[in-house]
């Protein structure tokens, strides 16, 4: 029989074997994850299910760290300043962007032309140009990339 000391020991190397060996694969894109609640958070991100709601503006969040951040938002709260100008912003990724315009650092390339970017979404929009345009305006034959341009041309 097992002392106590010995027990513990035993479930420490299980868990360590668990953390070295991730039992918690996503089906959607292959990530693994050490616990099942990691897991579960990270499915909402594909499944959509937004659980947490900000108390203040009522929009949803799929993570309680995301509603947490997004909440200082709301407080009026800058306390990421520049060191080089005065800018200040809410979130640290904010101020991480905006010091890229003083470096001159664009890290987001365009694997078709060599045009790069400091924000990701800046080139997810410029890849647009590169894409095929399979929306057509129904009154002027002009075609685009994305609905939600047509959406807007369609607006004017």
């Given at each position: ?96 962007t905006h010091m890229r315009l ?55």
């Amino acid at each position: 029989m097992q002392n106590i000391d010995q027990q513990y020991d035993d479930n420490d190397n299980e868990i360590l074997e668990n953390l070295e060996n991730p039992e918690f694969t996503c089906e959607f894109c292959n990530k693994s994850f050490k616990t099942s609640a990691i897991y579960q958070s990270h499915i909402r991100l594909h499944s959509g299910d937004r659980p947490f709601v900000c108390c203040i503006c009522k929009k949803r969040f799929a993570r309680a760290d995301y509603l947490k951040t997004h909440l200082i938002s709301h407080s009026g709260a800058r306390p990421y300043s520049c060191v080089l100008c005065d800018k200040a912003f809410t979130h640290v990724s904010s101020l991480n962007t905006h010091m890229r315009l003083h470096t001159g650092e664009r890290p987001y390339t365009c694997s078709t032309c060599p045009r790069s970017f400091t924000k990701s979404s800046d080139l997810q929009r410029h890849l647009d140009i590169h894409r095929e345009k399979l929306f057509a305006c129904f009154l002027c034959d002009k075609k685009f990339a994305r609905v939600i341009s047509l959406k807007k041309h369609l607006k004017k």
